[in-house]
């Protein structure tokens, strides 16, 4: 059902309201007040069975994937209206759930039972690697770094009804004396703090990594945040499903050589290179590999999962010149369509999407620390609903802005969702709408609206504002 208005101009303006309807011209009622909790409690996560070693190294002939073991964990739960953050800070310092209340669903992946992979292949710094999941740290080499299995230490920063800080800190001062050779020997001294942060009335999540070089030298150094993506998902059963777009502005990616299956089939740019349209669907993934973005993220601020099956996304917000890379990991489509069940299945199927975030363009190629430096890397994570793209973003909105010879279309997600709004879309100095606007967090919000055929390459802005008049985002496009 359509709900269809005259603008001042003549143009017809459509305004969605079966999932996503804009609510106009109404002063909605004010809403109780928002407050954020952080509680402690405990969580079981299941392996199979296993040893390391007291520097954390694999124990050779310690696995037995038939017999499966409980392992018991310390958590932190953030909470406000529209989000429940899971932290474990004790293994990775990750962030393990981010559950969006308004639609009841997890945007992370996580496993089920954790399996050791890679052993003694010279890929880890360890010389094994278990998937676990979540949103982490990895830092100072590749390939997940020293810390994905750490304990690191949490403190409470700021706690109040209306702001919730905590931090997760770890240093790299300890070694592995059997790493592999590709790794670094010794240790950075890299001083590493992952700020959390849940404000009250926000429907996402913020983070700042902190890094220090305590050094009177330029050290060099790898650092990703790897985030396992599964939004829209079960929160007992999290997973990406076929309908997973990795929604990016890039237009190209390359492929280290043993990953040669992922340009297969596509439109080589240079040798190397590839066209990014078709790699950004997961069922596009014949099977386990790397692509990064080509030459990198060129300073484009977002980048996240969509999942069409249910219009519900995940996206990360960030400053990517800070963040230049994007390597993009999944263990292919077949991990969704041969599905097993973990527990039975000794070499389980991981269906995820992996996007990791770095200060160089790729794995084993380091940026250079600059002495008693810091790196500060601020982070936004927001769910998205009712969008199947993003365009533009930032801190405050998220925004799908299209225009074509049938129209323009526009769809957005707030990330103070009781905050009324006042939008302005403009076609030229044409006026296509202009009124106020309240969010809807469970389903999103859409408009349309109708424009001459003559219009063909005029230029469309959207300003969205507060009620007050405070811009928080704008946005331009074409019309095709």
Request: glycine residues 8%; aromatic residues 10%; charged residues 20%.
């Amino acid at each position: 059902m359509a709900i269809h208005a005259s603008s001042r101009t003549g143009f017809a303006v459509a305004l969605v309201s079966a999932l996503s309807a804009f609510h106009t011209g109404v002063h909605a009622t004010q809403p109780v007040a928002d407050r954020v909790s952080l509680s402690y409690s405990t969580m079981t996560w299941s392996t199979v069975k296993y040893a390391t070693d007291a520097e954390n190294g694999f124990v050779l002939g310690s696995l037995d994937k038939n017999t499966i073991v409980d392992r018991t964990f310390r958590i932190r739960v953030l909470e406000n209206r529209y989000l429940k953050v899971t932290l474990l800070p004790e293994f990775g310092g990750r962030i393990l759930s981010i559950i969006y209340k308004p639609t009841g669903h997890e945007q992370l992946y996580r496993t089920e039972v954790g399996v050791p992979y890679g052993i003694k292949g010279d890929t880890f710094y360890y010389d094994w690697l278990m998937v676990v999941g979540g949103i982490f740290p990895t830092f100072p080499d590749a390939e997940h770094g020293k810390t994905w299995l750490k304990p690191w230490d949490f403190k409470v920063v700021k706690e109040s009804a209306g702001e919730v800080t905590v931090s997760m800190s770890l240093t790299d001062d300890f070694e592995y004396s059997a790493a592999p050779s590709r790794f670094r020997r010794g240790f950075t001294g890299i001083e590493a703090t992952y700020y959390v942060t849940l404000k009250a009335g926000r429907a996402a999540l913020d983070a700042r990594m902190v890094l220090k070089n305590p050094q009177p030298r330029t050290i060099p150094y790898e650092y990703w945040t790897c985030t396992t993506l599964a939004p829209g998902s079960d929160p007992n059963n999290a997973k990406t499903t076929g309908g997973a777009e990795i929604i990016a502005p890039i237009e190209a990616y390359r492929t280290p050589a043993w990953s040669a299956d992922l340009s297969r089939g596509d439109e080589s740019l240079s040798p190397g290179i590839s066209r990014f349209e078709k790699l950004r669907y997961f069922r596009n993934w014949p099977s386990m590999g790397i692509a990064y973005a080509a030459p990198d993220m060129q300073g484009g601020n977002f980048w996240g999962v969509i999942n069409h099956d249910n219009d519900e996304g995940i996206i990360r917000i960030a400053d990517n010149t800070v963040t230049r890379g994007l390597k993009m990991w999944t263990w292919g489509f077949p991990s969704f369509t041969n599905e097993t069940d973990a527990r039975k299945d000794p070499n389980p199927q991981r269906p995820y999407v992996e996007l990791w975030a770095g200060v160089s363009d790729q794995f084993f190629h380091s940026a250079e620390f600059p002495a008693l430096g810091e790196v500060s890397i601020p982070e936004t994570y927001s769910p998205t609903v009712g969008m199947n793209n993003v365009t533009h973003a930032n801190e405050n909105i998220l925004v799908n802005l299209a225009a074509a010879a049938s129209g323009v279309n526009l769809q957005f997600f707030s990330i103070e969702p009781a905050t009324p709004l006042h939008i302005t879309l403009k076609r030229g100095d044409a006026v296509l709408f202009d009124d106020a606007v309240q969010a809807d967090p469970k389903s999103g919000n859409r408009l349309s609206a109708s424009v001459p055929a003559s219009s063909s390459g005029e230029q469309v802005r959207l300003t969205i504002r507060t009620a007050e008049g405070k811009e928080l985002i704008a946005a331009e496009t074409k019309l095709k």
